[in-house]
């Protein structure tokens, strides 16, 4: 009998330590996965910190580059001869279109990046009424085969006159910057007013059209 209660207690001490090596073996487990979560959601956090602080400094260099090319592009001479081809008729003279009143022209390009230029299209249908939509020119150079997504696009501001133009053209400083900018014309044919609209800057872009509106179009 003796042997037998020596066995049973055996037994029970080899299950107790094996259940007790299978429940340390489950904490070192889950403490490893844990461990390697920990690691890859701060691998995760630690490169999304660098891709926004190199989209900052991107940002912030374009920026600087807006603001020293929006200097040298003001008051700039838009030179004669520019010729555009608007969606319906034939080809003409700039000069045509903008005539005697003050126009604000946005200038895009294939070139620029595709969502921001229907983002800032929506933007300025939003701001800018359509009654109002006289004194505003669009302005774009087409890189591919066809104009069709500016025909599309076209429809995003009824009212407005899209003109096709050779890519730079224009010939201001603010071409260099590849990406969207606006200027104030009229019949003195200078760029004024020039301005470089930025996705996370949508407040400035705003103030700028609801301004241009105020003391132009009103």
Known sequence: ???SENLSELVMKARFWLLSIFILLIINLAWIWRFDQNNKEYSQRMNDNRNRFIQANRELYLMNRGWEFTMKSNNKEIPEGIWVQPSKGDATDLNNYIGQSKKLVLVLS?????TCVDQLLFMVK???TEINRDNLLILFSVQGPTREQWNHRQKILTGVEFLEIQ???LQLPMDSLEIPYF?????EHLADLTFTPYPTLEVQTKEYLNLIKQ???N
């Open 110 to 114: 294939d070139r620029h990046c595709s």
């Open 215 to 217: 003391r132009y179009f």
């Open 126 to 128: 939003n701001e800018i």
């Open 1 to 3: 009998m003796q042997g």
């Open 167 to 169: 890519d730079k053209s």
């Open 183 to 187: 200027f104030m014309t009229g019949p």
